[in-house]
């Protein structure tokens, strides 16, 4: 069964920092492009980053400078470091794998996805 486990999530102050983990199961992920996005309530599903099976990376412009991708195919884990965040960064955000080795990041590019997990950025 392909399965995406993403954990990391919770509440932090403003400036804060998270480190989200995303664990593939059933699929290895060193052939695939793997993404992060994120969904906030009344808002569509928006890509966040995303790296290809070669490590190239690629970030939405709302997060350059903040947040870091990287992969452990050792692990067949990525993660998403997470930086300054802000309130605006609130969402459920979730893993997504694809079945090319590297994916433009719209959903429409990726057919397996985790259950996600809840950001909240607040004072």
């Known amino acids: 069964q392909l399965q995406l486990v993403e954990s990391g999530g919770g509440l932090v102050q403003p400036g804060g920092s998270l480190r989200l983990s995303c664990v593939a199961s059933g699929l290895t992920l060193d052939y695939n492009a793997v993404a992060w996005f994120r969904q906030s309530p009344g808002k569509e599903r928006e890509g966040v980053s995303c790296?290809?099976?070669?490590?190239?990376?690629t970030y939405a412009d709302s997060v350059k400078g903040r947040f870091t991708i990287s992969k452990d195919d050792t692990e067949n884990s990525v993660y998403l470091q997470m930086n300054n965040l802000k309130p605006e960064d609130t969402a459920v955000y979730y893993c997504?794998?694809?079945?090319?080795?590297?994916?433009?990041?719209?959903?429409?590019?990726?057919?397996?996805w985790g259950r996600g997990t809840q950001v909240t950025v607040s004072s």
């Open positions: 997504a794998a694809s079945p090319f080795r590297s994916a433009t990041m719209h959903t429409i590019n990726f057919n397996v």
């Open positions: 790296i290809s099976d070669n490590g190239a990376t």
